[in-house]
């Protein structure tokens, strides 16, 4: 997969996400096309859920479907994330 056609693929991506909510693991054999392995894939695959997700929530706030209460209920989960990917890195990357 040449790196020209990726923001097409972007775009379909978003749209099929959009329309279901969650795509699952319909973009990894692009990205392992690509040449991706181990490291770089996953923070390939982190990067784009993260921007997949903020453009989300923007839309959702510029719809007023989402509002500052809503975010805000958010916030002990991701802190458990964060807590739960320091103490799972190192042992992920000793295997």
Known sequence: MRLRYFPALGAAVGLISGL????????TPFFLAYGLRRG??????????????????????ALRA?????????RPARRDDVRGLLVRAPAARSA
Do not use: I, K, Q
């Open 66 to 74: 989402l509002d500052l209460g809503d975010r805000r209920g958010g």
């Open 40 to 61: 770089a894939y996953v923070g390939t695959e982190a990067v784009c859920a993260m921007v997949m997700h903020l453009s989300r929530g923007a839309a959702l706030r």
């Open 20 to 27: 279901v909510v969650t795509t699952g693991p319909l973009n």
